[in-house]
């Protein structure tokens, strides 16, 4: 019954007598896990059943009977293991929204990884086999394998190197003690330290001094995983989850770097963005009027600050409705003069889009029924929330007409001819968010006392003449397919809720003592430790016991809203402009999310601490989590910033893929031009940062190749320094720039870590050895940022900067040789046309200097830009070389 096939080892160890158990409630003599049988091996797979011994756990239900365990060597490094029902019937991250690779499969005498069994009680372990370092061990505790609730757990080495299990907002090294990180998508408004945010990243990056392995569990299912050193005597990580099945990847490294690009390889290489989206982008919540967006417009052109990208948040919208516009305030020809006005001065246009739909008469509600693309609950009634609107309804992503409907409301609304012509897209209260309680049985009892929507302010004539627009005040006439005539006549009455009747069987409950399921998936024995008041799983969002189509429940689906909604808007983005790079920003996402959005981190607040904590989330989402194109809001979302604060955070967030100045309707405007110490440090971070942009987009363009992170922690550049493994108050922009922000209040000062290495300072040039120690920056004005170049780089850089992007590349490069201390550089450079989708022309170099001689080899064409740029000077830095100053190329 038994074979062992040569080359894979199977090993048998006796651990029966060392089981140890957290589960309180269940007796050691009933929870011993399952025992391994029928075991069958092929060239580079096993699979096994397995028996639960005895009568289970029974902790949270019954347990799973027989269990089916499959193990593949998939590449050289990576493993995947599946344990699941033997009928393999359970609900499981599904393809359409998560492809699995695809692979060959290796034999395991190959693998980097070696998996080894133990039969009775189960536990297996995946070590390094070039070391034999066991990297994960569920040996000697019980696999609980229930209706609603698996656990595993596995030993780690004490005080382990863990990155990872997002989404977070506590520190990149995450703690080991008495830990939880719950993921679970959550509207986590102010991003509270140790709770659930906005997405769930499944996945954890492990260093240790031998080398660096990834684990990701592809499950959608809300989850605690606790990371613990008291609770079982020893190290351990432990999987709670509450549905879904145990599906592992096990990534071998052994770089972080190689761990970063095998991840990469299951989830998806990131969407490359368009080169215009990394120019600096202004948006606020409550900008009260179209005069008011034009006027910040042109008040950064006159400050002199290059203004890349308008974004408008929900006030554009009549009465926050999605796909509807408030033609008082915002007219459709005065939204037109603006988007003419920016595309005139090579600026662009983003506007938000939120998923949930009013529940109103108008098109986008109508158009939505028609095509039966609403949650609906399980007695058929629509499935009702309470979001900016009002009373509201959520699309079914999974339902075979979404997109058909996503793309076409995207179309009209969006279409130059009918609409308003964006650039980019803008998605939010995409967990998917609501503000109604549970159980949220009266919705619009709930809208009225929280007063969404509210009576916006009243438009008003425009204060004064803007140059560029017409000067039209009152005579508007509504066109285009936002201006429904019913839509404004339901909305001009403020205190009135349109609420369709609903069908007969509406008012039954959602559940009752004879819906048992319907109960464990509302409240699931298990409770994670879900954010919020309550804790309650449908609690200010879609209810776990809502079905999508293909009868998926919300209660497994729930964490992949927001990625079905990155997925589709993108499509409907590509219908637009086929040929088009699509630009969106979302807040929710999950594992993958990164093949067609970027991220931001969601609504901090103006404080020193959100500050300093923006830089961990950023290399979360970048190095992690495969979402390169990340920020936070820069100067702080919620409360008042100050203009040191706001400074320091210009300067930070120039440093940062996507870049963005965004504030809350409650707090006080914070456009770089409201202060001039932050006008002075916003002048010089984007001027540093647009001569560093086709840095940052080479950077990202081999991201989306291959993986390699665009913004990496300083470990991932010295892995072997001890020192680095915390450091997450500095950074490497791209993998040659270490930025270390001044991150004390009002200070001037900071300590900053310098590995055993040669460094250059950005601004001077001059060298810094470091000898892994801090060395203190003491007078670091306001408006600057410690910058160094890594010895050993080729660093190209634009020889001035412009006020848009399209300026910026006309300008020539220059290329700084930043020599090591072996005398060598290497360096890379990659332009295409920035906006198409696959960069049409386009020209790869790169850049070797050693003993006086640079060397480039070239792919593509020389100049895709067709504007006669060339490298027009080349600095070699060395320690003790003096600078040269270098010929024409
Ligand atoms: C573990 O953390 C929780 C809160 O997260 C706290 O209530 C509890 O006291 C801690 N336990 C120990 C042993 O520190
Ligand atoms: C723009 O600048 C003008 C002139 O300084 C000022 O009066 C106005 O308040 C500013 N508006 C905005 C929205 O920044
Ligand atoms: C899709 O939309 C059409 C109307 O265009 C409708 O007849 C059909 O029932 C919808 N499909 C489903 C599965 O709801
Ligand atoms: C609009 O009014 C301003 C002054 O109020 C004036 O300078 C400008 O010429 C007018 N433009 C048009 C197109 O009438
Ligand atoms: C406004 O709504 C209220 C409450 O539903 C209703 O009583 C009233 O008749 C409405 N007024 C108009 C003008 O529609
Ligand atoms: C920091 O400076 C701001 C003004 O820019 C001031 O309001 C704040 O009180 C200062 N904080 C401390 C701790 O001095
Ligand atoms: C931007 O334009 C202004 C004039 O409009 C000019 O003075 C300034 O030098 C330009 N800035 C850059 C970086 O080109
Ligand atoms: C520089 O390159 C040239 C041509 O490849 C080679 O002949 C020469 O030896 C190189 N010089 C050094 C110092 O390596
Ligand atoms: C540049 O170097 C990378 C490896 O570092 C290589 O994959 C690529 O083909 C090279 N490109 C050119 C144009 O030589």
Redesign the pocket.
Known sequence: MLTVLPGLVVQFIVTGCTLLFTVTAASKSKCNGYSVYNIKQSIFQLEANLQLIGEGCGIYGPDVPRLALSVTYETDTRLHVIIQDSEKERYQVPTEVFPRPNFAGVDPKTSDLVFSLTESPFGFTVSRSSTGEVLFDTRGTALIFEEQYLRLQTWLPSGPNIYGLGEHFDTFRLPTDNYTRTLWARDSDGVPYGENLYGSHPVYFEHRMGGTHGVLLLNSNGMDVKIDRVSLGRQNLEYNIIGGILDLYFFAGPDPTHVAKQYADVVGRPAMVPYWSLGFHQCRFSYRDWFEVAEVIANYSSAGIPLETMWTDIDYMEHRSVFSLDQLRFPIERMREIVHNLHKANQRYILMVDPAIAWQDYEAFNKGLELDIFLRNQDGSLHEGVVWPGVTVFPDWFHVNASTYWIDMIEKNFNPETGIDIDGIWIDMNEPASMCDFPCTDAGKQARKLGVPPDPPPPRNPPRHLPGYSNLTDDSKPEGTFLKENHLLYRQNASFVYKPKRDAVADLPRWNASTPHLKGLLFPHYRIRNGGPTGILSDKTVHTDVMHMNELMEYDVHNLYGTMMSSITRQAMLRRRPDLKPFIITRSTFAGAGRHVGKWLGDNAARWDHYRSSIAGMLNFASIFQIPMTGSDVCGFKLATTDKLCARWTTLGAFSPFYRNHNHDEAPPQEFYRWPLVTEAAKYAISTRYRLLDYLYTALHQQSLDGTPAINPLWYIYPRDKSTFPIDLQFFYGNCIMVSPVTEENSTKVDFYVPDDLFYDFETLESLRGHGDFRTASEVPFNRIPLHIRGGCIVPLRVESANTTTELRSKDFELLVALGPDGTATGQLYVDDGVTIDGGKKVHLNFSY????LTSSVVGEVDPSEAGVHISSVRVIGEGLGLFHSHEL
């Open positions: 050693a003993q006086g001689n």
